[in-house]
């Protein structure tokens, strides 16, 4: 019976092993293309919430601390006509599930553009309603240096605070946390980079 | 369990079709089949991918079945279904990004596809790779008649087109003063449509066994 047991978990272990291997093959042909899929779904989204026409290029890498852990966030330009008038800020976080969100804020990281969902395993028809444009306007225009206060769905909502969605308060909550800790942890550092840049 | 009971190769495919089909008969993989068939292309999408991860899964565990005692085969089995799982996700990310952004936790999901582990466990652990593939193809063509069948129906009532995608506005079954059912796109939509098919495959089987019994 002991010598079973032991043969059995040399062939998990080695299972295992060949596995990974295959898994590791997989992901060097398709992680390059993936990375490109995303770029161009970030391209696609910002110009959603900056208007047609808008391109993107490399992002800047900003190295911040949130709550506790040291994570890289991309931060892409929005690019109109030759001029950046934005950013894209690739945001994860959590919600009922993993988020990513593109946060969009103007130039001066001042004025909030809105986000748009990257990726998101929200409980469908109920978290994934943070899709869904009567959700995600409520975040356009409103201030990027103060946090946003989720309050419950058919309040009257006073300025920085955004009403949840009925049913779904984890998932919208998720996206009001994801933006406020991102933007705090990023926007003084992506100033700082944009005026290196100047120099 | 003796060999000799157990199906053989061409059984195994033909039951898998519609005697066993997963979707009417077994009634797994609800989850899937409810999720992804409001349009036709995610329904063949997921059949295809399921397909993938099942044939693969039943030739390893196939091949491993000797090897294969006790309370670790579950562990074997879960581990072998990942692996072709992730390798689908990211296939599908890179090659099929629109369709793998529209499927979602779906096809992640495809890991607790009972279909899988049930051919795993009542078939590939138990009998030849040649019987297993063969009872992989049949339960896949099977999955997918199901899944197919469902996404016909809601497709064309919600729409009154079918084969829609982003880019392609489909073929127009319905006349253009169909009012769209969009109902149909929701989870009440689905299940309505696989009760309703449901019900129509169980009063044509029993039709089938009252006629065989009176004939014989």
Known sequence: MKKGYLVQAWLVLVLACVFGVALAYVSSFTAPRIEKNIKSLIATKLAEMFGEGTETANPIIIQAVIEGRSKKIPCYPAIRNGNRIGWGILAEGKGYDTLTLLIGVDEQVKVLKGYRVIKSLETPGIGSKITKPFFYKQFEGQDATKPLIPVPPGKRCARQEINTISGATISSKGVTTTINENLAAVRDKLLEAISKEGK | ?216
């Open chain 2, 1 to 216: 369990m003796a060999q000799s009971s157990l199906p053989g190769a061409a059984k195994r495919f033909k039951f898998g079709i519609l005697d066993d089909n997963p979707t009417y008969r077994q009634l797994l993989g609800m989850c899937p089949t409810l999720a992804v068939t409001a349009t036709l292309a995610g329904a063949v999408t997921m059949a295809a991918a399921t397909a993938f991860v099942l044939i693969m899964a039943n030739i390893v565990v196939s091949l491993l079945r000797k090897q294969l005692k006790g309370h670790l085969r579950i562990l074997v089995f879960t581990m072998t279904i990942a692996t072709f799982v992730t390798i689908v996700d990211k296939v599908l990310q890179a090659y099929y990004f629109e369709m793998s952004q529209k499927l979602g936790p779906y096809v992640p999901l495809i890991i607790v596809n009972c279909i899988i582990i049930c051919r795993c466990e009542v078939c590939a652990s138990r009998q030849p790779v040649g019987v297993a593939l063969a009872d992989a193809i049949g339960q896949s063509l099977g999955f997918l008649l199901g899944l197919i069948s469902i996404a016909v129906v809601r497709e064309i009532l919600a729409t009154g087109h079918i084969f829609v995608t982003d880019t392609y506005p489909g073929i127009q079954v319905l006349p253009s003063w169909w009012p769209s059912w969009s109902i149909m796109q929701g989870p009440a939509g689905a299940f309505i449509t696989l009760g309703v098919l449901m019900g129509i495959v169980n009063l044509l089987s029993m039709r089938r066994k009252s006629s065989r019994v009176s004939v014989s």
